[in-house]
């Protein structure tokens, strides 16, 4: 009789019937999650509905109808946007995976085959190359608008500091052969020469020495 009594004064107790009510409650709303939950349906527990995903294979979209990704670099710049630099509009609908495909994303390549690639190289330096020959052939550069500088008496080696013929080629500049054979050396003025004769006449003892 004594256990009898304890048992009821147990299952009686606050808690206990708070717990029961709780885990019936529980049974209930997972059984409603069973019923309303299919592979295109989920069952939202906050708000009581069941949300038809647009997307069965990817249900953490839920209901959201993820637009279709394009590359942010293959938008045309000169149009008018919300936000210039990432070229997007308010309200623009986001591609779930938007950080790959945004201004910020890798650089895209758009690769070819190799025939094609190939085609285009050789037609690059085909032009390159017939243009060049081109030129060359008709002899359409034009000619330098002015002679070629020559340094004259073995490019100024002398000049420059030779002490001889086997050190020159350290000191002079290269002079220009062909330019002097056709144009030769420019004479000396003649204020330039009695000013030399005058020198070595009042210095004679001092070059000679």
Known sequence: MSFRLGARSWALRPSNVLLKATSTN?????NLIRQNSTKATIYDQVTGKTIVLTDPEHPELADYKNPPPVLAQKKDPYVKYDDQQNRRNLNDPVNIDEDLYDIWSPDYYDFVSDSTALKHNGIFFGLLFGIAGVVAYFQLNPEKPAMIRSFPYNGLADAL???????????????????????????EESDVASNRDSYEKSNASFINA
């Open 26 to 30: 529980s049974i209930k709303q997972l």
């Open 161 to 187: 500091g030779a002490t001889s013929k086997e050190n020159a080629s350290f000191y002079q500049n290269k002079p220009d052969l062909d330019a002097e054979k056709e144009c030769g050396v420019l004479p």
